[in-house]
């Protein structure tokens, strides 16, 4: 249990103010030393546990710490009915990762009741009752884990105890089945419902003292659930964010600038106000600085807001509209310029060292050959399918929102700063959220509709349309990697060189644009030379689907298999003799799994399972070929084995890709391969043809007409194989989407003997 | 004043909606019935898709005026008193959905499918569905949801069969 217990690190990758998910887990930590408290008064009755977050400090371990204040009795965490029902508060935000499902499976198992029986219900938002509610980074489920354990071992410990007195038998006598106490002797069977009285009476057991299920003795996690808000979704009831309604709502759009970054200084706003349907149209200055990523600053767009009695008047009467921008601080970026610089850059040393390890100049000159590749990735759009909006309701000293965001924790002090009101005059109920991939994790959507609602006094949603949400994104950073490595005459690579071309700001990389220098093959090597140069940008940029992972690993694993290739070695040996020489980090074991450090044997396995399951080494028709790449993101090890054909246009049909993942054990296995398999087609929809560009500070797609997002016909079957490990189990949100570019790319290659380096593939000529 | 027959219901809608107002904005800001889907606006994505007339139509693309006197099917009106179709049953017990956005406009496109291809192979059910994203990239699962609910119909008698599957 030793590794329940260890702390973990986040992807290097994932932005710095992501890293306060970190905090989570440790106060998590902090809190199951604590254990769980009943509470009362909460509808429905029976048996109730919140979490407490009471004393803390008093151990030392909780400094900083929300304060208990009076909210004790509000935030139940599970409640056992007298009904026999048991509903699971799900704290985290849904926005497609399956949480709302897999984290109360986790209480459940404990609990050990019937799934059946479970009722999950949305988590108010109130940091001071919750701690952290955020769907980031791949953290629900390794951030919660073992709190929910524990939530669920605590009731069922108190339900056993309270079976005990009412039985007149020792507790050791008795187990529990599906929502019953068991007292096998006599065959005795007590439904919870009908000992949730006599437990409530009872003392909440300590944490330390509770006994968990071993793994073998799971009956609910590692089975396929299907999602609790399925029939909700098929039956179109309303769900998400932009399904909200409220009396007397009216509907707003904010026009924003064409240009990034250029503020509205006047607009025709009387000739807009006399339209059909408007209500209202004004001019909004903005707030903070919304070209800048950040979760929790009070932070939106100028623009002009339109303020009418439905969605389509709104939007219609933009066409109206005729905005004066100030351009003088706006961007002015060229990607096609940008590339071309880069292009040039390349066959330089970049301006700064990132890492510098042992001596690449005498490992070049011994080298049997040094291959060389110069790589591209491009901007792109997260691209949710529900377009950005939040609904509010001003009401003078106090504001109600309701948001599909990521980060409604974060929402909140933001809201509040930005309005100038108290932490708790703002109210956030969550919504599910049409989509997330890393978009919804900037609040600027909830502040803009803040903004617009205290103007209004009404409630009011704000919608984005697709051109809006596409024009302003927090985009994939594009960016470009001048690699060289030697091979030795062994046919081992022996030094690697990487001039990574990014984008910045103020000498810094713009949000996830930065390489840490210490990556994989990096970190089994002896000879590294790093450098970066930075491209100055007026571009805004965010955390997008395994942030710096999903275009890291294009480069690097489509580059490692140019260096096989050059040394006559098949790409799984290989691959597997480069994960032997591994250095693991300071601190190993499962806590050290951050930064550039993955478990070798994790790793290989994860890569021989692929190759196994892949038919690697078989031999292939003219025209068709297998690739391989492996990736270790957000503590998760996956290997993947892509089969494709490509026909003398270059069109390309991507048969199978094979994945094995090592996340530990599967928490909702439709779940998690649900994940894995979207990743795959979500990667290939990126590595093919979508990509954001921009001249003159002006992003030129703004719709999926010429945003093409893969279709049924384009995607592949997609064959998901888990190792289940005895480590904690971490998220799959994320770390199977960035090996499955990559090992398209080589497959292209074995097939064709075409090296692709640019993404997306249509700019080499490629079709699907 | 409009006259739209939704669902096998009439209702009015008043003078204040615009006639060249798209359906998708009628049914989800002015009747409420938000289970149609805005993503695109231009007739890319289909998470607004409706029937007419049985005929699967994103709803962004049809100006209200030209729905009167047509008979119009949305997410909600599949169900009839509380029994899923076939389609949702499928969908629900393959667990399809990432995010679901996308999948009320899947839904009504495979069940036009199964309308005139009951027992659709999988070029029949990659053409079909093709008009539809999903952005969370379920197609594996849509497939098979399809073909879940084409076996469900043969098993029951077909989709005017009740539903009773």
């Keep these: ?768 | 004043m409009l006259e739209l027959n939704i669902n096998g219901q009439t209702v009015e809608i008043g003078d204040d909606v615009d006639p060249s107002t798209p359906l998708l904005w009628v049914l989800r800001d002015t009747l409420g019935l938000v289970g149609t889907k805005y993503g695109c606006g231009i007739g890319q994505c289909s998470a607004c898709m409706v029937h007419v007339n049985g005929v699967p139509l994103q709803s962004c693309q049809l100006p209200v005026e030209n729905a009167v006197g047509q008979q119009l099917t949305t997410i909600e009106g599949l169900a009839e008193d509380g029994q899923l179709t076939a389609v949702q049953q499928a969908w629900i017990e393959e667990d399809v959905a990432q995010c679901g956005y996308c999948q009320a406009g899947q839904i009504m496109r495979a069940t036009a499918l199964l309308e005139s291809k009951p027992s659709p192979n999988d070029a029949e059910i990659d053409a079909a569905m093709s008009a539809n994203i999903c952005r969370c990239g379920t197609y594996n699962r849509i497939r098979r949801a399809v073909h879940n609910a084409s076996q469900r119909l043969a098993a029951s008698g077909g989709l005017n069969s009740g539903g009773d599957v």
């Design chain 1, 1 to 768: 249990m030793s590794r329940d217990t260890a702390d973990f690190e986040l992807d290097p990758y994932v932005p710095e103010c992501i890293q306060q998910l970190r905090a989570e887990h440790r106060q998590a930590m902090a809190l199951s030393r604590r254990g769980f408290i009943k509470i009362s008064g909460v509808t429905g009755g029976g048996l109730v546990l919140g979490l407490s977050l009471a004393g803390c400090g008093s151990d030392g371990q909780g400094a900083g710490e929300p304060s208990l204040g009076n909210a004790l009795e509000e935030n139940p965490f599970v409640q056992v009915r007298p009904d026999n029902t048991v509903v699971i508060y799900s704290k985290n935000p849904d926005v497609g990762q399956g949480v709302k499902t897999a984290m109360p499976m986790i209480v459940a198992e404990e609990l050990d009741v019937d799934w059946s029986q479970v009722v999950v219900e949305q988590a108010d938002i109130d940091e001071s009752r919750y701690g952290l509610q955020i769907a980031g980074g791949s953290t629900s489920i390794p951030s919660n884990w073992m709190t929910l354990r524990q939530a669920g071992a605590s009731a069922r410990s108190m339900l056993i105890s309270a079976a005990a007195l009412e039985l007149a038998v020792e507790v050791g006598e008795l187990s529990t089945d599906a929502g019953y106490v068991v007292h096998e002797v006599t065959s005795r069977r007590i439904a919870y419902g009908e000992l949730v009285e006599q437990a409530s009476g009872l003392p909440v057991p300590d944490a330390g003292s509770l006994v968990l299920k071993d793994r073998s003795e799971w009956k609910l996690l590692g089975r396929r659930i299907t999602g609790v808000d399925n029939e909700k979704i098929v039956t179109g009831q309303p769900l998400y964010g932009i399904d909200q309604r409220l009396p007397d709502m009216v509907y707003a759009t904010l026009v924003k600038a064409p240009t990034i970054g250029a503020r509205p200084v006047s607009a025709n706003l009387d000739h807009v106000k006399s339209l059909p349907g408007i209500v209202d149209a004004f001019i909004v200055e903005g707030a903070g600085n919304p070209i800048e990523f950040g979760l929790d600053t009070a932070a939106l767009l100028p623009g002009v807001a339109i303020v009418a009695n439905s969605t389509w008047s709104a939007f219609k009467a933009k066409d109206e509209l005729d905005v004066v921008w100030d351009e003088s601080n706006a961007a002015s970026d060229s990607w096609s310029e940008a590339v071309a610089e880069a292009t040039r850059l390349g066959a330089e040393e970049g301006a700064e060292s990132l890492n510098e390890t042992g001596d690449i100049d005498a490992a070049f000159a011994n080298a049997r050959t040094s291959p060389e590749g110069f790589y591209t990735y491009q901007f792109a759009s997260h691209a949710d399918l529900e377009p950005q909006n939040c609904t509010a309701w001003f009401k003078g000293d106090s504001i109600e929102i309701w948001a599909p965001t990521q980060t409604p924790t974060m929402a909140v002090p933001a809201v509040a700063g930005l309005l100038g009101l108290a932490v708790d005059q703002v109210t956030l109920h969550q919504l599910r959220g049409g989509g997330g991939f890393g978009r919804r994790l900037a609040n600027d959507s909830v502040c803009e509709v803040a903004w617009i609602a205290r103007e209004l006094g009404v409630p009011v949603k704000a919608q984005w349309s697709r051109e809006d949400d596409m024009g302003f994104d927090y985009y994939r950073p594009g960016g470009f990697h001048s690699f060289k490595a030697a091979i030795s005459d062994e046919g081992k690579l022996t030094a690697w060189q990487d001039h990574f071309i990014s984008f910045g700001r103020n000498g810094s990389p713009i949000s996830a644009a930065n390489l840490t220098g210490r990556e994989f093959p990096v970190n089994a090597l002896g000879n590294a030379r790093i450098t970066q140069t930075l491209l100055p940008t007026g571009m805004p940029s965010g955390p997008w689907r395994a942030p710096g992972s999903n275009a890291l690993a294009f480069a690097i694993q489509c580059f490692l298999n140019e260096c096989s290739v050059a040394a006559g070695r098949d790409h799984l040996d290989f691959l597997l003799e480069l994960f032997e020489d591994v250095s693991i980090p300071q601190g190993g074991g499962f806590g050290g799994f951050g930064g550039a450090g993955l478990n070798p044997e994790r790793a290989a396995a994860v890569t021989r399972l692929a190759a196994e399951e892949a038919g690697w080494g078989r031999q292939m028709p003219t025209g068709r070929g297998l690739g391989m790449a492996f990736y270790f993101s957000h503590q998760g090890h996956f290997a993947e084995v892509a089969e494709v054909s490509v026909d003398d246009d270059r069109r390309l049909t991507v048969h199978q890709v094979t994945v094995a993942g090592d996340i530990g054990p599967i928490v909702n296995m439709s779940g998690a391969e649900n994940q894995v398999q979207g990743s795959v087609v979500d990667a290939l929809s990126t590595l093919m043809g979508l990509e954001i560009t921009f001249e003159g500070g002006r992003v030129e797609q703004r719709n999926f007409d010429r945003y093409p997002i893969l279709r049924m016909s384009q995607a592949p079957a997609v064959d998901v194989h888990f190792i289940q490990s005895d480590n904690s189990p971490t998220g799959v949100g994320e770390p199977a989407f960035p090996p499955a570019a990559p090992a398209i790319c080589n497959a292209i290659y074995a097939a064709t003997g075409h090296r692709v380096r640019t993404m997306p593939l249509t700019r080499e000529g490629y079709s699907i």
